[in-house]
């Protein structure tokens, strides 16, 4: 059994997707920084001094009564919250890496549409075995 768990794990296959899986990882946690850290604060700006992390609704509220005046005192108070800021920003994280994926798709499709044009195509065998009779002819 474990024999055949090693001939599975190392399959070309198994290991391209592992390494897809470890890049996806990182290349999330980066669209997540960038999206929080750079284009989230000049949206909020623009938006009249915004923070989008600290958009919330109270649900219920916690030992201390509302107002809260951020996301993280809403939660040392317990308060019950629904963050729709983080939601926002998780939305506009996935359509990043949806239009990356989308855009790295398009490219590889491109790139064998490509390969297959360049490649000529084989004449039928009929005219194959037609031309090496010409070609036998032609050398008596």
Do not use: C, H, W
């Not at 039928?124 to 050398?139: F, S, Y």
Request: glycine residues 6%; charged residues 20%; without cysteine.
């Amino acid at each position: 059994m474990f024999k055949e768990f090693k001939q599975f794990a190392m399959r070309g296959n198994v290991v391209d997707m592992a390494v897809g899986i470890v890049i996806g990882a990182a290349f999330g946690t980066i669209v997540k920084s960038f999206v929080e850290d750079v284009l989230m604060p000049p949206i909020g700006l623009l938006l009249g001094n915004v923070d989008f992390s600290n958009l919330f609704a109270v649900i219920k509220e916690g030992t201390i009564a509302a107002p809260y005046a951020t996301l993280e005192a809403a939660r040392e108070a317990g308060a019950v919250t629904l963050n729709y800021g983080a939601f926002f920003n998780t939305v506009i994280s996935f359509l990043i890496v949806a239009f990356a994926v989308f855009l790295v798709i398009k490219a590889i499709n491109n790139m064998q549409q490509q390969e297959k044009e360049e490649a000529p195509a084989e004449p039928p065998k009929q005219e194959q075995l037609l031309t090496e009779i010409r070609d036998i002819l032609d050398r008596r």
